[in-house]
Nanobody, 113 residues
């Protein structure tokens, strides 16, 4: 199982970023996928979840209305569109497949005030 996140960067408050997670080594379309983030010196926390075909989508309260999770099963890719970013969104963002205890290297998101 391999997960490779990308798309992070440095943006000003109110800016946008689109993260991507390319998956390999397992049947991507048969697994729910999640985004997590880890702020400096804090625990890794849940951000968003999307089931196999998008029939169930959940968000952490802190990102509702600003972030949108999506997936392209044909490309084995999970996305996270992040709008109206805030400094408290700063952290390393990771994707994860339900059923596999594997993490990618993450992608750093830094939001300046």
């Amino acid at each position: 199982v391999q997960l490779v996140e990308s798309g992070g960067g440095l943006v000003h408050s109110g800016g946008s970023l689109r993260l991507a997670c390319v998956a390999a080594g397992f049947p991507f379309s048969e697994h729910a996928m999640r985004w997590y983030r880890q702020a400096p010196e804090k625990e890794r926390t849940f951000v968003a979840r999307m089931c196999m075909y998008g029939e169930i989508i959940d968000y952490a309260d802190s990102v509702k209305g600003r972030f949108t999770i999506s997936r392209d099963n044909a490309k084995n890719t999970l996305y996270l569109q992040m709008n109206n970013l805030k400094p408290e969104d700063t952290g390393v963002y990771y994707c994860k497949a339900d059923g596999y205890p594997v993490w990618g290297q993450g992608t750093q998101v830094t939001v300046s005030s």
